[in-house]
């Protein structure tokens, strides 16, 4: 790179820095940074742990939970069955930085979680919209009802379940951070500080630790990784046409150019309230490949290439990102260090590799996590009642296919075969189409998908020996045998 593009480059992450911070604030830039820095090297425990608690010793808490963002939504359930619930995080524990959609039974998981008032999350139901679209560049556009229909308010929806944990009486320590643990036969030893230079640590012991720090938790090992960014936007032109915004019409996924930098960049757009819509740039990669700095370096992108795919005098009204952690299904999971220590959320990366749609995976467990937990707190051996869904044992690979594409005189074939692929599924028909995107679809439907897709476009076989090692292959295909067995 010569020192000229070197400068262009360098001033164009400097704006992007500029405008996350003028929109979001110096916390919420601060929170962009620390992502993006740990990128760099995956925090260890602390330097000096604290010492395991003896036998018998009694605890602060029943249950501590380590990230306080969407799993917030834990500590009202936990504190309603008669546990002591305390929540940390860095930040204010219940501060948005994503927005969410979710479709009819998410919406009817959060009714039914105990936590919200009658009426509440109806209230949080921002924007309905009549169908959604994939949308590939060279190729068609494929609607679909029935999915992430519904655009929820994230940060009321955070609001509310913050409020309602403190009614419940949760310990909320706000800009704290989890620096490491130490399990004894009873209880885990917690060492934790304000998230602040030279904080001194202080010691605080429960029965069980639940680790939702996301994708900055030691334990999110999961192999695949999505670094999002975007945001809640204004001033998009609203009306017909691909460039366009109508309010009542969700763009699951889109794209707008071929493999670029070695990735290809995805687009979605979600309306919100009048006037409003939220607006993500991600791609799949594997998680070793994406190191510090990624998180801007990708908004920088967004700012100057948002044009290209939507009109209109864009301002930026709420920043949102993250790296999404995904496990492709083909190497080992995410596994927590000991039996008082549990992994929810993204740090698990129990929800789906391909759609990525932790938000909803998380909700409908809702009550399986939280008994999960509960039970966990009596007994640390007792297994999970939470399944994994049979689809994920197929998408795992396609999202591996995705994180791996070519480049250079092959850099359309990704999105020739997103193409063919997402004609075979507009073709099986709505059902199965939206059940793919839900991580509903039955196995059997799912060979059925892999199998026309191949015949429309035999390419696919190359595609997938140069993208996966056999070994993945064969993992990929003993999972999809066995699901099929299952549901014999």
Known sequence: MSAGAGGAAARELDAARARVREAGGEALLARLEHLDAARAAPPGPAAAPPRPPDR???????????????????????????????????????????????????????????????????????ARYVEGLCRWHGGGTYPVRGVLDHAIDAGGLLAAARARAEALGVTLLDGHALLGHAEGPDAVALAVAEARPGAAARGLSARLLVDARGAASPYATADLVCPTVGGVLAGLAEGDGERRIRPDVGEILATTEDVEDGRQHLWE????????????????????????GALLSLYA???????????????????????????????AAPRAPGRRVRLVGDAAARHSPLTFCGFGANVRELATTAADLARAVADPSAPSAARDAPVHSGTG????????PAGGARAGEMNALLNTAFAVLHAMGDDAYAALLRDEMQPADFVRFLRETAARRPEVYREVVSALPLRAIGRWGAGLARELYRAR
Not at 61 to 67: E, L, M, N, P, Q
Not at 77 to 93: K, T
């Open 397 to 404: 690979a396609l999202a591996a296919l995705m994180a791996k």
């Open 269 to 292: 757009a979600f309306p919100g309230r009048p006037g409003e819509t939220t607006v993500y740039l991600f791609y799949y990669a594997r998680s070793g490949d994406v190191g510090p």
């Open 56 to 126: 018998g010793a009694a605890v602060d808490f029943d249950v501590v939970i380590a990230g306080g963002g969407l799993s917030l939504l834990l500590a009202p359930m936990l504190a309603s069955a008669g546990l002591r619930v305390a929540v940390l995080d860095r930040a204010r524990i219940g501060a948005a930085h994503r927005e969410w959609n979710a479709g009819t039974a998410e919406v009817a998981a959060l009714e039914a979680s105990g936590i919200f008032a009658p009426g509440e999350v109806e209230r949080l139901v921002v």
């Open 301 to 331: 992108r967004f700012f100057r290439l948002l044009s290209r795919y939507k009109e209109g005098d864009a301002r930026l009204l709420r920043p949102t990102f993250g790296f999404i952690p995904g496990w492709s299904r083909l190497s």
